[in-house]
């Protein structure tokens, strides 16, 4: 039986190059796509889907928002997804928000079609080295105690700060305007008790907290 999948992704044509590499797969068919979370919402009233691969930076809704929002709805959907960043505190927020697995977009196409058919068939995929570090993970006080003082969208918006986005273009990237980051800025410096961006990554540095 093949597997049903949806591409969930803002760009059109990473929408476009993922479905052309899944037709090459038998054992994969893609029955729908969509741009963003409301999107996403809608089509799955109608489609019949049995494995979702998204992208956490969907721009209407939180991406760990979004997963546990599909969660209560869609209980046996499985969801694999497919980030940019492999900083841990990520993966991590993805898996308890519900997703059944993580996987960057800098993996070949072999592990991307491992990880669909292992999602499909026994429910949970994460890489050796990502099972590792989120186990460990689960124990670093440092990376816990920032994720219980942010806001879903403060920790979207924290490790774009210390990679050195700029306000505009982490607006961008999100599709909220450079005032509302701006804001969430001053927020996540208040609550962690650092005065800059500067601060900021050496905060980071020291709490063993900087993306991957």
Request: glycine fraction near 4%; include cysteine.
């Amino acid at each position: 039986m093949r597997t049903r999948l949806m591409i969930v992704d803002e760009l059109e044509l990473v929408r476009f190059a993922l479905a052309q590499l899944m037709s090459k797969h038998t054992e994969i068919q893609v029955v729908a796509e969509a741009a963003n979370g409301k999107e996403l919402l809608d089509k799955l009233l109608t489609a019949q889907v049995d494995v979702l691969l998204l992208d956490m930076n969907v721009p209407d809704i939180a991406g760990s928002d979004l997963i546990a929002e599909i969660r209560k709805g869609y209980p046996s959907l499985r969801i694999l997804v497919l980030g940019t960043n492999s900083a841990i505190r990520i993966v991590q927020r993805a898996m308890k928000a519900g997703a059944s697995g993580y996987i960057t977009k800098n993996s070949s196409p072999t592990t991307l079609f491992e990880a669909i058919h292992k999602v499909a068939t026994s429910g949970r995929y994460l890489n050796s080295e990502m099972a590792e570090r989120l186990a460990f993970a689960s124990t670093d006080t440092n990376i816990n105690n920032v994720e219980s003082l942010l806001s879903q969208r403060e920790m979207q918006i924290y490790p774009l700060l210390i990679e050195g986005t700029c306000i505009k273009s982490i607006a961008n990237t999100l599709s909220i305007s450079d005032k509302t980051v701006s804001t969430h800025k001053s927020h996540i410096l208040a609550k962690l008790g650092i005065k800059n961006v500067p601060e900021l990554v050496r905060f980071s540095i020291q709490n063993n907290l900087l993306c991957d």
